[in-house]
C-alpha cells in the first residue's frame, strides 16, 4: 500500500486546497485515518488535519483564496467564522487592505464577535416566538444605540 500512497502523492499540488483533497482523498481510497496517513507519507498528524480542514470551506471561499494568492493560513483563519457572505465580506477587505497574518487574524476576530452577537439575537428572537405558541403574552422591542443592541422583552403576568 505504501507504494500506491507514493505514486498518488507523486501529483504535484498546485495549491494548499489540492494538497488538501490529496489527502482526504488518499485516507478515503486506502481507508487510513489522519494518523495512518501522516505515518505513511511521513508528515505530523496535524499537519494532515490542518490541511483536511480547509474543506470545511465552501468552494467559493476557496476559489477566492486560490485567485488572490491568500495562504494557507488565511483560509484557517476564516474556519472561525461560519457565515460564507462574513467570509467573503472578511476576505475583500483583507485583499483590499493587503492584510497580512496577525491583521487578519484581528479583522476575523472582529467579525466572529458580530456574527456571535447575530447568533445570540436570533436565539432570543426563537425564544420569544417558542413563547408566543406556548400562548404567553410576549412583546419584544430592539433598539440599535451607539455602544450597545437594546432588547426589551415584556411578558405579561
Do not use: W
Not at 9 to 27: C, G, K, P, T, W
Not at 31 to 49: D, P
Not at 100 to 128: G, H, P, S
Amino acid at each position: 500500500m505504501s507504494e500506491l500512497l507514493l505514486e498518488d502523492l507523486q501529483n504535484e499540488f498546485s495549491n494548499y486546497i489540492e494538497e488538501a483533497e490529496m489527502y482526504r482523498d488518499l485516507m478515503l481510497k486506502h481507508n487510513l485515518t489522519q494518523e495512518e496517513l501522516a505515518v505513511k507519507i511521513g508528515k505530523n498528524q496535524s499537519t494532515i488535519a490542518n490541511k483536511v480542514r480547509l474543506l470545511k470551506l465552501t468552494p467559493t471561499i476557496k476559489k477566492f483564496l486560490i485567485n488572490n494568492n491568500l495562504t494557507e493560513r488565511h483560509a484557517r483563519t476564516l474556519l472561525k467564522l461560519h457565515d460564507e457572505q462574513l467570509q467573503l465580506k472578511v476576505l475583500s477587505v483583507v485583499c483590499e487592505r493587503e492584510l497580512n497574518i496577525k491583521k487578519t487574524e484581528e479583522l476575523v476576530e472582529k467579525a466572529k464577535k458580530q456574527e456571535d452577537r447575530k447568533d445570540f439575537i436570533k436565539a432570543i428572537k426563537e425564544a420569544i416566538d417558542t413563547a408566543k405558541e406556548l400562548g404567553m403574552s410576549v412583546k419584544a422591542r430592539q433598539t440599535d444605540m451607539d455602544e450597545h443592541i437594546q432588547i426589551v422583552i415584556h411578558v405579561s403576568k
